[in-house]
Every structure is written in C-alpha cells, then in structure tokens.
C-alpha cells in the first residue's frame, strides 16, 4: 500500500495525456501500482535486488521491470544496501531524510548496472512502441540530479516530472532548467518530523 498518498493527486494530474510513464526508484512496487492504473505503460526501474524481487512479483500486465540504476552514465557501479531498501542509495552516506530515521548503516556493497534516461526510454520503446513519455517519478535517496543529467532526448522536454529532493534541490533545479522548465512547484514532506531539506518538486513543461 503505497506510503506517499499526498503523490496521487499529481500522478492523477499527470496522466492527462496518457502515454509513457517512468518510476525511477521504483522499490517494491507500491507507487508503480498506482502509476499502472494511470498509465497504458510504465517502466520500473529499481537497482535493490531485495525490492527488485516484490517489484516484479507485484507489477500489472502495463509494466516493464527493469534491474538496474539510473543516472548519468550507462555502465556499472556499486549500490550501498541498507538495512531498509527504501534507503539504499549509490552514495556513500544516506541522504538527509525525515528527522526520525534511524541510522542508515551500510550493509553490503553489491554491483549494479547504469542506465540513462536517454537509454531506458530506448528500451521501453521496444516493449511498448514509439510511445511518447510523459511523466517521470524520481526516488532514488539523493542521486536524482545524476538521473536528471542522463536526460538528454528532446522528449524529456515535454515530460511532467515528479522528483523527491534529499538536500539536492541545487542540482536538480539546474537539470530542470537545462530542461527548458522555469515552473516548479514545491511540495513539502508532510511529516512535521522531516527535515527542511527534504521535499518533493512537481514540474509541468511550458506552453
């Protein structure tokens, strides 16, 4: 059951137009879920083997699974599991977060592949067609400016993005302007125990 609940109302809004939508950070499936029932076609791409296995044991018939890690490069890295796979990240130390986490340790190192968005849009277009993408949902525990930055198809330009911010609001807010977007909407966690510096964005491309 999906957590972010204050997020469907803008999946909802983004689904207007119908067509392809990404899950980046897609863990076990819950926010994928309500995407499917959004969108005709969705790829879900999660680089946590644990929360790869309930992602593609839990996905509709409309959605492509896809192991791996985006960022700004295609090639391998290591992926830092935690405790909780809601918090693996590729970075070295966990991102800030609600005030209320626990210690995010490292756990275990395990390789992972890298895909950008410019490639994954290439694979999805070989299960669903030449489909345009329309909506994008980033959560990766603060690598989203690197996914941002493998965004370089004149397609990304016309996406609605849906990003989760871990003290990297700077980073992305460059990527999106790289993108042509100069209207972001900012909408705080609403747990009062979470950290200033950790928030969503919702950004739609001009007229």
């Excluded at 209320?100 to 490292?106: G, I, L, N, R, S």
């Excluded at 390789?111 to 290439?122: A, I, K, P, Q």
């Amino acid at each position: 059951m999906i957590e972010e609940t204050w997020l469907i109302p803008y999946i909802e809004k983004a689904s207007a137009d119908g067509g392809l939508a990404f899950d980046i950070g897609a863990n076990v499936g819950d926010v994928t879920a309500v995407i499917a029932e959004h969108f005709p076609a969705v790829l879900a791409v999660e680089p946590d083997p644990r929360a790869f296995k309930d992602l593609v044991a839990s996905t509709a018939a409309n959605v492509l699974c896809t192991h791996g890690a985006a960022a700004s490069r295609n090639g391998a890295t290591d992926l830092l599991l935690r405790p909780n796979s809601v918090q693996s990240s590729l970075l070295e130390e966990h991102p800030i977060g609600a005030g209320d986490q626990t210690e995010a340790p490292v756990i275990e190192r395990v390789g992972v592949n890298t895909y950008t968005l410019d490639f994954l849009l290439f694979v999805a277009r070989q299960r669903f067609g030449d489909m345009a993408p329309t909506f994008v949902k980033v959560d990766v525990e603060g690598f989203e400016g690197e996914v941002l930055a493998g965004a370089t198809d004149q397609a990304f330009r016309r996406v609605r993005w849906l990003i989760e911010i871990h003290d990297r609001e700077r980073e992305v807010g460059l990527e999106l302007e790289r993108l042509g977007y100069d209207e972001i909407e900012i909408i705080p966690h609403p747990f009062e125990s979470a950290h200033p510096k950790h928030f969503w964005v919702y950004a739609e491309p001009g007229e």
